[in-house]
């Protein structure tokens, strides 16, 4: 039994992804999000969010990881409006997230609004802002005894990072960045032996469209007060 809830924490790894992803819910007054500099035009419209690295989650029995996902979707300059359209979590080469045994990732009920970002004047911990990805659900199908389906969702909160930040989480990428770092996410459904709460860690870089609607990401993207 330990070995199956150690496999269904894997699920919770996609609910990280996500909040790492793009701009979060309650935008602060004054914040704007711009097309790569402090001083550039305002950007409102498509954003994607790449993972980097690998997305983990771990409990007292045990962890899991995915090594690839993307989630696309939309912000208003002012930060507010974040709506998640599509999200997808998986392994290498798009098979399933692994640990004790494999578990395969499914998004539910998108999309998922009312997600913000807000400028941080203060700079806590290093970071230039908060973003936080509302109302989002995914369901974890792990690979034993016919299949045990474990659901997560909720809210969930992560620290932004300008490209040119010394403090980003990824140095090897210039792109704004989000963080999540031990951010604990909650089960809302499924089997008896899912665990109750997980926590999770993963760093997504965020970019916009160039060429509004042209679904080529290419765009930086920096957040200012």
Not at 22 to 47: C, E, L, Q
Not at 57 to 81: A, H, L
Request: hydrophobic residues 35%; negative net charge; glycine residues 16%.
């Amino acid at each position: 039994m330990a070995r199956i809830k150690q496999t269904a924490i894997i699920g919770t790894a996609a609910l990280a992804v996500l909040a790492a992803g793009i701009a979060p819910a309650s935008a602060a007054a004054g914040t704007t999000i711009r097309k790569g500099s402090a001083t550039a035009d305002a950007y409102s419209g498509n954003v994607q969010a790449s993972l980097l690295g690998t997305a983990t989650v771990s409990t007292s029995i045990g962890d899991g990881s995915c090594t690839e996902s993307t989630m696309t979707g939309s912000i208003n300059s002012d930060g507010s409006d974040l709506s998640v359209s599509s999200a997808t979590f998986s392994g290498d080469n798009g098979g399933a997230c692994s640990g004790t045994t494999s578990a395969t990732i499914e998004t539910q009920n998108l999309p998922w609004t009312g997600g913000s970002v807000a400028f941080d004047a203060g700079h806590t911990n290093g970071r230039d802002g908060t973003v936080t990805i509302a109302n989002f659900s995914v369901k974890a199908t792990v690979d034993i005894f016919g299949g045990i389906t474990c659901e997560f969702g909720g809210n969930l909160t992560a620290n932004g990072f300008n490209g040119d930040n010394a403090s980003r989480p990824d140095t090897g990428s210039s792109e704004a960045q989000v963080g999540v770092q031990g951010a604990q996410v909650s089960k809302t459904g499924g089997s008896f032996l899912c665990p109750g709460t997980a926590t999770v860690t993963a760093n997504y870089a965020l970019t916009g469209e160039t060429t509004a609607g042209s679904g080529t990401y290419d765009q930086s993207l920096y957040v200012t007060g």
